[in-house]
């Protein structure tokens, strides 16, 4: 064939570019490919916990909120504002069921006026478990459907995480070491949930405040005694700066943990792989936060004594069997009321009887092993 000798004009860059991604778009679409989806906006969820912005545990809630924005690459934003900041510590749990909300941090037996079941993820001996046990309970041993039916008989519209295994709480501050169950009789004391029940039935005089309203309540005299949580926790909020006398030990609250909570309609519209990563999430800040705790709460409870000049006592094995004993009739009587709170004690106690037996059976001595390499140095704490 004879070339003509002309060129074929050269179309526009435009041009070309246009009839290239027409081409592509449509064998994309012959091949059966999708198409690549636009960046969507992410979906932002407004939570608040119940503690102090200087509180470790508000911390805590941070942390798990920086895990599922992370782990989600930004499609699902959480932001966790401190107690007050919407609502009360004592009125999350209605603010976040309502919708006013979208989640929230804190710990079931701040809902204990909404139901005094709820208290027995927490407020209590917890059978002898610690709270790492009653995790293993609830997610193992019918906890969880328990909960679920909890909440949902008295209406609330959530999505509940419990998380977090708290150690031993301290039978709290004094102005003096108790030495006996009648020490406490007649003092104005704080703690929450079953505990309040429990000491009134020890002669206590129980205000139950929010731990933001603690140390202020001592200060002003409207308090002689008070528990809240932790060294760490009680440090920052300020208990030594109204006393000097710890009482650690106590059956009151011996295996807590917090709760993480979603407005149920809300939660239930987000995608299968958003609720996945929640609850990985969820599980990866529990370790997390037991973690922190050995170093932080660890380093505060040396500080205390070197340098806010606080005593710490064990609490004698007296005050911890009326503890118990006492107890034992608080649950009893609320059993009698209550057909669920009395399915969750019989529960929990099928599951703590192997469970702990297990463990005292299997774990071995650490005090053994503590006296071996230290047991030279002065021991921190005082018998009273």
Not at 17 to 31: C, E, P, S, V
Not at 177 to 198: C, F, H, N, Q, W
């Amino acid at each position: 064939m004879k070339k003509t000798g002309k060129k074929t004009p050269e179309q526009p860059a435009s041009t070309r570019r246009g009839f290239l991604g027409k081409a592509a778009a449509g064998t994309a679409t012959a091949l059966g490919f999708p198409m690549i989806a636009t960046a969507q906006t992410p979906t932002q969820m407004r939570f608040q916990s119940t503690w102090p912005s200087k509180d470790i545990f508000h911390e805590y809630a941070i942390d798990f909120a920086k895990k599922v924005n992370d782990m989600t690459g930004g499609e699902l934003k959480i932001d966790v504002l401190p107690a007050g900041a919407v609502v009360p510590a004592f009125g999350l749990l209605e603010a976040v069921s309502k919708g006013t909300l979208d989640g929230g941090h804190g710990v079931m037996v701040y809902h204990y006026g909404k139901s005094t079941a709820l208290a027995l993820w927490g407020s209590g001996p917890g059978f002898g478990m610690d709270a790492n046990m009653l995790l293993a309970w609830h997610k193992y041993g019918g906890g969880k459907e328990l909960l679920a039916k909890l909440y949902q008989s008295i209406g609330a519209n959530v999505v509940s995480f419990p998380y977090g295994p708290m150690p031993t709480q301290p039978l709290g501050w004094f102005k003096k070491p108790v030495t006996k169950a009648e020490d406490l009789k007649g003092l104005k004391y704080r703690t929450v949930g079953i505990s309040i029940d429990v000491f009134q039935g020890m002669g206590a005089a129980v205000n139950a405040l929010p731990g933001g309203e603690i140390v202020s309540a001592m200060d002003r005299g409207l308090l002689d005694a008070a528990e809240f949580n932790n060294a760490s926790s009680d440090r920052v909020l300020g208990f030594p700066d109204v006393s000097k006398v710890c009482m650690l030990q106590s059956y009151h609250q011996n295996a807590e943990q917090f709760e993480i909570t979603f407005n149920k309609t809300k939660y239930d519209a987000l995608p299968p792989k958003i609720k996945a990563i929640i609850a990985n999430a969820v599980e990866a800040a529990s370790a997390d936060m037991s973690w922190k705790a050995v170093d932080r709460y660890s380093k505060d409870y040396i500080e205390m004594q070197t340098k806010d000049n606080v005593k710490f006592y064990k609490t004698p094995d007296s005050i911890l069997q009326k503890q118990l004993e006492v107890y034992d009739q608080v649950a009893d009587k609320k059993a009698a009321e209550n057909p669920l709170f009395k399915e969750i004690v019989e529960s929990q106690k099928k599951f703590a009887e192997r469970a702990v037996r297990w463990d005292m059976d299997t774990n071995v001595s650490r005090r053994m092993a503590f006296n071996h390499y230290f047991g030279a140095k002065k021991p921190a704490t005082k018998k009273s």
